[in-house]
């Protein structure tokens, strides 16, 4: 896609980088912070004023929207760089598009698409240091829009900023995850905001999350929230399980989340030859197979995540182990996944995006 043009964005520079006290062979997730950060805010009905910042905290009124009410979305999207110092994004204008679906269901303004690709553009090229090459690395992009509007009036805020911030990254999980299958709790139901990536979608998962922790699972497996009867998604990634050579996921809907990476796998197994099942996925098939031996690899799938096998599930107070497999689907779409968004194949989806 093209780029469009520049938006007027004020840049005040930090006075000094962090960036020659962060040590880059040990990234924790989401722990550190580039130098700049991008802001807009909206008031009378428009967005206004897009500047780029020194990163650091923000001053907002106590009773403002997003601190009693939750009105609060994000993204998560990378940047990448090649061997030529070249930057991509991989798919931006998903992530355009998903914000603003996100933001209408939580009655909140649509983003203008110039001032997130004029905004996101120029914050990087200020930022491009912290971009290391090699596969693997990335700069974690976050886009996040909150209700800044003081008052405690239970309805939408007049008066929203969206801003974006960069974090240095490597691998979010390291190894196997463990997941539980959820029984009791749920993440989203039908009508709700499942859908969307609404930060109060991830508060609700972190007790629950927590209680599986103490059982030694690192996530959970959310199932249909009438029935417990089938796998949705699982709480940073959407999910996928390989049933002899068969790879199955479900389809989205009101309640899942519309990863991007996600429908990236799945474009790239029809292309690679790999039998695709997008259906709902019942709980009993999968712990049929994981007994009978034909669950051959479970995975989780999205932007932080990437590819990250699942290495045993837990359901009804037992543990179903998933021994790896050589030449496994996980590793094979990784790479070819991870190949495009590195500039190290051709990119016949023509998702690479060069800044
Ligand atoms: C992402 O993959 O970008 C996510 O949103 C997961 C995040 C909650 C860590």
């Keep these: 896609m093209k780029k469009v043009l520049p938006t007027s964005i004020e840049i005040t520079k930090a006075s000094a980088s962090k960036i020659g006290q962060v040590d880059f062979e040990n990234l924790n997730f989401g722990k550190i912070f580039t130098d700049h950060m991008f802001i807009c805010d909206y008031e009378d009905g428009v967005w206004q004023n897009p500047k780029i910042v020194p990163y650091g905290p923000l001053t907002l009124d106590p009773s403002a929207r997003v601190f009693h009410y939750g009105q609060a979305v994000f993204e998560g999207m990378k940047a990448y760089k090649d061997d030529q110092d070249d930057i991509y994004l991989f798919r931006p204008d998903e992530n355009f598009h998903r914000i603003n679906k996100s933001s209408e269901r939580l009655a909140m303004p649509a983003f203008p698409k110039d001032f997130f690709f004029d905004g996101l553009t120029a914050l990087l090229e200020l930022e491009k240091d912290w971009i290391k090459p090699g596969f693997g690395n990335s700069l974690y992009i976050r886009p996040f829009v909150i209700a ?151 995975f989780g799938a999205g932007t932080a995540a990437v590819i990250s096998p699942i290495g045993g599930l837990g359901y009804q107070g037992t543990h179903y182990p998933i021994a790896s497999q050589e030449n496994s689907y996980a590793t094979r779409l990784k790479n070819a996944l991870m190949n495009i968004q590195y500039n190290k194949a051709e990119d016949p989806f023509e998702w690479r995006y060069k800044l």
Excluded at 246 to 270: F, M, N
């Design 148 to 298: 800044t509007e003081a008052g405690v009036q239970a309805s939408e805020a007049n008066q929203y900023r969206f801003m974006i911030i960069c974090s240095p990254a490597a691998a979010y999980y390291s190894g196997d995850v463990n997941v539980l299958v959820a029984e009791k709790f749920s993440r989203s139901a039908n009508g709700g905001t499942g859908y969307a990536k609404a930060a109060g979608n991830y508060a609700a998962q972190f007790y629950p999350t927590n209680l599986a922790k103490q059982d030694g699972y690192q996530q959970i497996i959310w199932t249909d929230a009438s029935t417990h009867e089938y796998m949705e998604e699982a709480g940073t990634m959407n999910v996928f399980f390989r049933v002899n050579d068969t790879l199955l996921t479900a389809p989205t809907s009101d309640r899942i989340l519309d990863g991007i990476t996600r429908k990236s796998l799945l474009e790239i197994a029809k292309k690679e030859g790999i039998s695709v099942e997008v259906r709902p996925v019942k709980v009993s098939e999968i712990i049929a197979a994981a007994k009978d031996g034909s669950l051959k690899e479970a």
